[in-house]
């Protein structure tokens, strides 16, 4: 699976963005995607995930500020970034886990994007 990000970019505190991100190759086998945030010396945390049902899981901290949807049929997932604040400012990565079942076992794999920078200024 090949994930390639778009949209990041500078904002002002308050504003909006909206982070895109293409999958491709073997994408029927993908269950979940989403997106993580990383700031230098930092580990990388979970901003938001979907899963092939449409559940959505958010960070506590962009709760109400940001929105993850997913376009199943053009292997898209976004990341609508509203009322933004200092503390987004960071690389935003794409996120897909494939799980591939047989009936010995279950693999999981993570996929990752190159990541795209979102700094968003006072």
């Known amino acids: 699976v090949q994930l390639v990000e778009a949209g990041g970019g500078l904002v002002q505190v308050g504003g909006s963005l909206r982070l895109s991100c293409a999958a491709s190759?073997?994408?029927?086998?993908?269950?979940?995607m989403g997106w993580y945030r990383q700031v230098p010396g930092e580990q990388r945390e979970l901003v938001a995930t979907?899963?092939?049902?449409?559940?959505?899981k958010y960070v506590d901290s962009v709760k109400g500020r940001f929105s993850i949807s997913r376009d199943r049929a053009k292997n898209l997932v976004y990341l609508e970034m509203n009322s933004v604040k200092t503390e987004d400012t960071a690389v935003y990565y794409c996120?897909?886990?494939?799980?591939?079942?047989?009936?010995?076992?279950?693999?999981?794999?993570?996929?990752w994007g190159q990541g795209t920078q979102v700094t968003v200024f006072s």
């Open positions: 996120y897909a886990k494939v799980t591939i079942a047989t009936i010995e076992a279950k693999s999981e794999f993570d996929y």
């Open positions: 979907v899963n092939n049902g449409g559940s959505t």
């Open positions: 190759g073997r994408v029927y086998d993908i269950d979940v």
